[in-house]
């Protein structure tokens, strides 16, 4: 069975920084791009990143570029999202998403609570 | 930037068809996608390029895509299929979603 499973729920302050995970099984990991998608509070989906696992080539969406750092290590099938300094604005559920080629979505992952409050 | 266009909510009545429709400029030259989302669940892949379901996906979801408009069509909705719905699209490298519609069953 294709598994997605994402680290747990987090707990910030402004400025922190945060790095989340999403762990690949079921699958030749190396194969498929992963990313992740935002869906703060109440809110729609929107699309942040994708790496490839197999050569790490990255695409970011421009919205996010600047805010996050999506990353892999494929020894242990694994990605991840970072940010160097949280804003309340990034609280959200964070979804880690199984890619074919890069353009749908196909294994979604159950989602990692990001919440940044002082 | 390309957008994705959906109507905030639909309403359907339990065994009647629901369509749920999402408006892109020259979406039909693209592939459409739909993912649905339960309240409180991840997201699921309901429709993939244009009209293909996946497995374990029940036989009343099926899609369409031309012209502007790609449409997400339920033939005899139930209580389950109650939830958000995502249409999706590829452009210029990046993953597009739609707003999302609310699809009610009452």
């Known amino acids: 069975e294709v598994q ?8 910030k302050k402004p400025g922190e920084s945060l790095k989340i995970s999403c762990k690949g099984s079921g699958y030749s990991f190396t194969s498929y791009w992963i990313g992740w998608v935002r869906q703060m509070p109440g809110k729609g989906l929107e699309w942040m990143a994708i790496i490839y696992p197999g050569d ?7 919205s996010f570029q600047d805010r ?4 892999v290590d494929k020894s242990i099938s694994t990605a991840y999202l970072q940010w160097s300094s949280l804003k309340a604005s990034d609280t959200a559920m964070y979804y880690c998403a199984r890619h074919v080629g890069y353009y749908y979505l196909d294994v979604w992952g159950r989602g990692t609570t990001v919440t940044v409050s002082s | 930037s390309y957008g994705l266009i959906q109507p905030p909510s639909v309403s359907v009545s339990p065994g009647q068809t629901a369509s749920i429709t999402c408006s892109g400029d020259k979406l039909g030259d693209k592939y459409a996608y739909w993912y649905q989302q339960r309240p409180g669940q991840s997201p699921v892949l309901v429709i993939y390029q244009n009209t293909n379901r996946p497995s374990g996906i029940p036989e009343r979801f099926s899609g369409s895509n031309s012209g502007n408009t790609a449409t997400l069509t339920i033939t005899g909705t139930q209580a389950m299929d109650e939830a958000d719905y995502y249409c999706q699209a590829w452009d210029t490298s ?4 739609g707003g999302g519609t609310k699809l009610t069953v009452l």
């Not at chain 1, 790490?56 to 421009?62: C, G, T, V």
């Not at chain 1, 996050?68 to 990353?71: A, K, P």
């Not at chain 2, 990046?94 to 979603?97: E, L, R, T, W």
């Open chain 1, 68 to 71: 996050v750092t999506i990353s």
């Open chain 2, 94 to 97: 990046i993953v597009i979603f």
């Open chain 1, 4 to 11: 997605l499973v994402q680290s747990r729920a987090e707990v």
């Open chain 1, 56 to 62: 790490s080539n990255i695409r970011y969406n421009p």
